[in-house]
């Protein structure tokens, strides 16, 4: 069974994506986390997430593999948010046809505001 709300964390930074996972989980998001694309994309066939927060730089498989696979396989109806710290995030968002980018080290409220964007509130 799919929960269209939950949200992909999948960054290989363990420390990242817990407290990522945590702030998201404390505004009633429910989530799953993948250390690297390949990870990713088995947890999205097993049950499709309502919006993808990608690491690029990853091992096994980094963000621009795994963007493109999802891509492939699903097109645009799946929201991806690339997380980077790389220089020139907006030009790596296009390169992936990413639907936005958040740059880290990032602000909280940053982080729930694109969240909101692509992904109703649970406390709505």
């Excluded at 645009?76 to 995030?89: D, N």
Aim: glycine share 6%; net charge negative.
């Amino acid at each position: 069974m799919s929960d269209s709300r939950y949200i992909l964390i999948v960054d290989d930074d363990q420390d990242m994506s817990e407290v990522v996972r945590a702030v998201l989980e404390a505004e009633g998001y429910p989530c799953r986390c993948a250390a690297n694309g390949q990870q990713a994309l088995a947890e999205v066939a097993a049950a499709m997430p309502g919006l993808i927060l990608l690491d690029m730089l990853m091992p096994v498989m980094n963000g621009w593999e795994a963007a493109h696979e999802l891509r492939q396989s699903y097109g645009r109806g799946l929201p991806i948010v690339i997380m980077t710290a790389a220089e020139h995030a907006e030009a790596r968002r296009e390169g992936v046809s990413a639907d936005d980018v958040l740059a880290k080290p990032f602000e909280l409220r940053d982080l729930l505001r694109i969240v909101a964007k692509y992904v109703p509130s649970p406390r709505a």
